[in-house]
Protein backbone atom coordinates (compact mmCIF):
# COMPACT_ATOMS: atom_id res chain seq x y z
CA UNK A 1 0.00 0.00 0.00
CA UNK A 2 2.55 2.49 0.56
CA UNK A 3 4.55 1.50 -2.64
CA UNK A 4 1.59 2.37 -4.25
CA UNK A 5 0.73 5.99 -2.85
CA UNK A 6 4.53 6.60 -3.30
CA UNK A 7 3.79 5.48 -7.16
CA UNK A 8 0.83 7.79 -6.86
CA UNK A 9 2.52 11.00 -5.50
CA UNK A 10 5.58 10.73 -7.97
CA UNK A 11 2.85 10.60 -10.61
CA UNK A 12 0.82 13.15 -9.55
CA UNK A 13 3.95 15.42 -9.02
CA UNK A 14 4.81 14.24 -12.61
CA UNK A 15 1.57 15.45 -13.97
CA UNK A 16 1.59 18.50 -12.13
CA UNK A 17 5.36 19.45 -13.32
CA UNK A 18 4.53 18.56 -17.24
CA UNK A 19 1.44 20.84 -17.27
CA UNK A 20 3.49 23.39 -15.45
CA UNK A 21 6.03 23.46 -18.29
CA UNK A 22 3.43 23.10 -21.19
CA UNK A 23 1.90 26.06 -19.87
CA UNK A 24 4.73 28.28 -18.83
CA UNK A 25 5.61 30.92 -21.30
CA UNK A 26 7.96 28.79 -22.99
CA UNK A 27 7.57 30.44 -26.16
CA UNK A 28 8.17 33.74 -25.09
CA UNK A 29 10.91 35.00 -27.91
CA UNK A 30 7.95 34.45 -30.26
CA UNK A 31 5.13 36.21 -28.32
CA UNK A 32 7.24 39.28 -27.49
CA UNK A 33 4.27 41.91 -27.70
CA UNK A 34 1.11 39.65 -26.29
CA UNK A 35 0.87 36.48 -23.51
CA UNK A 36 -0.15 33.13 -24.49
CA UNK A 37 -3.81 33.92 -23.28
CA UNK A 38 -3.98 36.77 -25.50
CA UNK A 39 -2.61 35.17 -28.54
CA UNK A 40 -5.67 32.35 -27.59
CA UNK A 41 -8.17 35.16 -27.31
CA UNK A 42 -6.75 37.31 -30.56
CA UNK A 43 -6.80 33.29 -32.44
CA UNK A 44 -10.46 32.61 -31.43
CA UNK A 45 -11.46 35.99 -32.25
CA UNK A 46 -9.95 35.81 -35.78
CA UNK A 47 -11.69 32.56 -36.39
CA UNK A 48 -14.94 33.83 -35.12
CA UNK A 49 -14.83 36.67 -37.51
CA UNK A 50 -13.85 34.90 -40.33
CA UNK A 51 -16.24 32.08 -40.00
CA UNK A 52 -19.13 34.91 -38.82
CA UNK A 53 -19.37 37.64 -41.31
CA UNK A 54 -22.72 38.76 -40.54
CA UNK A 55 -21.19 39.92 -36.87
CA UNK A 56 -19.07 42.85 -38.54
CA UNK A 57 -15.98 41.90 -36.41
CA UNK A 58 -17.72 41.78 -33.54
CA UNK A 59 -17.65 38.91 -31.08
CA UNK A 60 -19.40 38.70 -27.35
CA UNK A 61 -17.49 38.90 -24.71
CA UNK A 62 -19.50 36.35 -22.86
CA UNK A 63 -18.57 33.83 -26.30
CA UNK A 64 -15.08 34.84 -25.28
CA UNK A 65 -15.67 33.79 -21.86
CA UNK A 66 -16.93 30.31 -22.59
CA UNK A 67 -14.63 29.28 -25.68
CA UNK A 68 -11.03 30.15 -23.10
CA UNK A 69 -13.14 28.74 -19.98
CA UNK A 70 -12.73 31.83 -17.80
CA UNK A 71 -15.20 33.30 -15.94
CA UNK A 72 -16.00 36.68 -17.10
CA UNK A 73 -14.49 38.72 -14.85
CA UNK A 74 -11.55 37.46 -15.57
CA UNK A 75 -12.25 37.54 -19.22
CA UNK A 76 -12.92 41.47 -18.52
CA UNK A 77 -9.47 41.99 -16.99
CA UNK A 78 -8.23 40.23 -19.92
CA UNK A 79 -10.06 42.12 -22.64
CA UNK A 80 -9.01 45.60 -20.80
CA UNK A 81 -5.61 44.59 -20.93
CA UNK A 82 -5.62 44.09 -24.62
CA UNK A 83 -7.32 47.23 -25.22
CA UNK A 84 -4.85 49.10 -23.11
CA UNK A 85 -2.34 47.42 -25.86
CA UNK A 86 -4.72 48.67 -28.61
CA UNK A 87 -4.82 45.26 -29.78
CA UNK A 88 -9.02 45.08 -29.22
CA UNK A 89 -11.76 48.07 -28.66
CA UNK A 90 -14.88 47.09 -27.00
CA UNK A 91 -18.09 48.20 -26.40
CA UNK A 92 -21.36 48.11 -25.61
CA UNK A 93 -24.91 47.06 -27.17
CA UNK A 94 -27.85 49.49 -27.00
CA UNK A 95 -27.65 50.93 -22.99
CA UNK A 96 -24.93 47.83 -22.23
CA UNK A 97 -27.62 45.93 -20.81
CA UNK A 98 -27.48 44.02 -24.02
CA UNK A 99 -23.89 42.65 -23.97
CA UNK A 100 -20.57 43.80 -24.22
CA UNK A 101 -18.80 42.84 -27.62
CA UNK A 102 -14.96 42.69 -28.90
CA UNK A 103 -13.09 43.86 -31.96
CA UNK A 104 -10.04 43.14 -33.29
CA UNK A 105 -7.56 46.59 -34.09
CA UNK A 106 -5.46 46.54 -36.89
CA UNK A 107 -2.84 46.47 -34.41
CA UNK A 108 -4.40 43.52 -32.99
CA UNK A 109 -4.62 42.15 -36.26
CA UNK A 110 -0.78 42.69 -37.61
CA UNK A 111 0.25 41.53 -33.27
CA UNK A 112 -1.40 38.37 -34.54
CA UNK A 113 -0.56 37.60 -37.74
CA UNK A 114 3.02 37.92 -37.24
CA UNK A 115 2.87 35.73 -33.97
CA UNK A 116 0.61 32.88 -35.71
CA UNK A 117 3.49 32.92 -38.43
CA UNK A 118 6.19 32.72 -35.95
CA UNK A 119 4.22 30.06 -34.21
CA UNK A 120 3.23 28.16 -37.37
CA UNK A 121 6.78 28.00 -38.13
CA UNK A 122 8.44 26.99 -34.89
CA UNK A 123 6.00 24.14 -34.61
CA UNK A 124 6.59 22.92 -37.97
CA UNK A 125 9.87 22.48 -37.39
CA UNK A 126 8.92 20.79 -33.90
CA UNK A 127 6.03 18.51 -35.95
CA UNK A 128 9.33 17.74 -38.05
CA UNK A 129 11.55 16.27 -35.36
CA UNK A 130 8.75 14.85 -32.87
CA UNK A 131 7.06 13.41 -35.96
CA UNK A 132 3.58 13.62 -37.14
CA UNK A 133 1.85 10.68 -35.61
CA UNK A 134 3.03 11.29 -32.51
CA UNK A 135 2.04 15.36 -32.13
CA UNK A 136 -1.52 14.08 -33.46
CA UNK A 137 -1.49 11.23 -31.07
CA UNK A 138 -0.31 13.60 -28.29
CA UNK A 139 -3.11 16.05 -28.48
CA UNK A 140 -5.81 13.21 -28.66
CA UNK A 141 -4.25 12.29 -25.15
CA UNK A 142 -4.20 15.88 -24.12
CA UNK A 143 -7.55 16.64 -24.87
CA UNK A 144 -9.00 13.43 -23.02
CA UNK A 145 -6.96 14.30 -19.98
CA UNK A 146 -7.73 17.55 -19.97
CA UNK A 147 -11.41 16.34 -19.90
CA UNK A 148 -10.86 14.53 -17.40
CA UNK A 149 -9.42 17.03 -15.26
CA UNK A 150 -11.65 19.43 -15.81
CA UNK A 151 -14.74 16.96 -14.52
CA UNK A 152 -12.67 15.68 -11.71
CA UNK A 153 -12.88 18.62 -9.29
CA UNK A 154 -16.48 18.63 -9.69
CA UNK A 155 -17.06 14.87 -9.00
CA UNK A 156 -14.88 15.19 -5.99
CA UNK A 157 -16.86 17.99 -4.61
CA UNK A 158 -20.25 15.79 -5.50
CA UNK A 159 -18.77 12.65 -3.52
CA UNK A 160 -17.83 15.35 -0.48
CA UNK A 161 -21.43 16.85 -0.18
CA UNK A 162 -22.67 12.77 0.09
CA UNK A 163 -20.01 12.05 2.27
CA UNK A 164 -21.74 14.93 4.69
Known amino acids: MAEKNETMKEIAHEITYRRYLLSKDDAKFMLKDINIAEYIALHYMCEHIESNPIYSGRIYLSEI ?43 GKTVFEETDTKLKDFYSRVLQNFGRDKIVQLLQLMKEFDSVMRTEPDQMEDANETDE
Open 65 to 107: SEKLNLPIRKTSKLIREMNSKNLVSWDHDGDGKDGTYVTITDH
